[in-house]
C-alpha cells in the first residue's frame, strides 16, 4: 500500500526567500516520487521525479528534491521564490505497475511581494 | 509533440444533455488518465487505459462512459449528470502504467452542470 502526506496545506514566504514544501510517504516497495505544479485552472506540469537514481532530483524552475529513504521523506526546496511559484504543489508516490498513483493534498504556496 | 490537448476548455450542460469531452496526445504513450479535480482537492483517479484497453474503473457511476479509439484518442462520454459532477476534469497520459516518468496532463475541461 501507499500512500503520501503533505505536511503543510498552506506555506507563504516573501519574494527572494527560500521555499520548502515537505512531502512523506509510505511504500510497500521501492516507489516514484513526484512533484506537479498547479496554477489556477490550470492543468498539472511535472517538476520533478525520484525514480531510484540519484537522491537529488532536480527539476524545473529551479526546484530541487531529495529523497531520504531513512525519514521516508521527499521535500521540495528552492533557494529563491518568484511570484510566478505562487500554485498549488502536489507530491505523487507510485509503487503500482498498474497505473494507480496517489496524489498528497496539495500545498498551496503563497508568494508575497 | 510533448502536449495532452484537452477540448472543450469549459463545458455546461444540463442534466439531460449527453455530451463528450475529448483527449488527444501524438507523444506514442500507451497509457491514458481521466482524472476528476474538484476545487482545493488532489485529482481523484476515474479511469486508466493501457494500450487502449481499459485497465482501471475506479467504481466510477454509468453516467460516465470512457472511451478509447486508438492510441491517441481517449473520450469520455457525459450522460444524465448531477449537479455534483461539476468539475476539472483532467486527461493525462504516460509511456506505460509501469512507467516511472510521471504523468503529463492536458489543462482540463471545466465542466459545470446545470
Known amino acids: 500500500a501507499q500512500s503520501v502526506t503533505q505536511l503543510d496545506s498552506h506555506v507563504s514566504v516573501s519574494e527572494g526567500t527560500p521555499v520548502l514544501l515537505r512531502c512523506n510517504y509510505s511504500?510497500?516497495?521501492?516507489?516514484?516520487l513526484f512533484w506537479y505544479v498547479q496554477h489556477p485552472n490550470k492543468g498539472l506540469q511535472l517538476l520533478l521525479k525520484?525514480?531510484?537514481?540519484?537522491?537529488l532530483v532536480k527539476g524545473i524552475n529551479g526546484f530541487e528534491a531529495e529523497f531520504k529513504k531513512s525519514e521516508t521523506s521527499f521535500h521540495l526546496t528552492k533557494p529563491s521564490a518568484h511570484m510566478s511559484d505562487a500554485a498549488e504543489y502536489f507530491c505523487?508516490?507510485?509503487?503500482?505497475?498498474?497505473?494507480?498513483?496517489?496524489f498528497g493534498d496539495g500545498t498551496t504556496l503563497t508568494v508575497k511581494p | 509533440d510533448t502536449e495532452v490537448t484537452q477540448t472543450p476548455k469549459h463545458l455546461v450542460m444540463g442534466m439531460t444533455n449527453k455530451k463528450s469531452l475529448k483527449c488527444e496526445q501524438h507523444?506514442?504513450?500507451?497509457?491514458m488518465y481521466w482524472y476528476k479535480q474538484k476545487a482545493k482537492k488532489p485529482p481523484e483517479l476515474m479511469f486508466v487505459y493501457s494500450y487502449e484497453k481499459l485497465s482501471i474503473n475506479e467504481s466510477v457511476p454509468s453516467r460516465f462512459s470512457p472511451e478509447c479509439p486508438n492510441s491517441s484518442l481517449l473520450n469520455l462520454h457525459l450522460h444524465a449528470l448531477q449537479p455534483e459532477d461539476s468539475a476539472l476534469y483532467l486527461c493525462?497520459?504516460?509511456?506505460?502504467?509501469?512507467?516511472?516518468?510521471?504523468?503529463?496532463f492536458g489543462s482540463g475541461t471545466r465542466l459545470t452542470v446545470v
Open positions: 511504500s510497500s516497495y521501492s516507489p516514484s
Open positions: 525520484y525514480t531510484s537514481a540519484a537522491t
Open positions: 507523444m506514442g504513450h500507451r497509457a
Open positions: 505523487v508516490v507510485s509503487d503500482n505497475p498498474a497505473g494507480k498513483s496517489t
Open positions: 493525462a497520459s504516460s509511456q506505460a502504467t509501469r512507467d516511472s516518468g510521471g504523468y503529463t
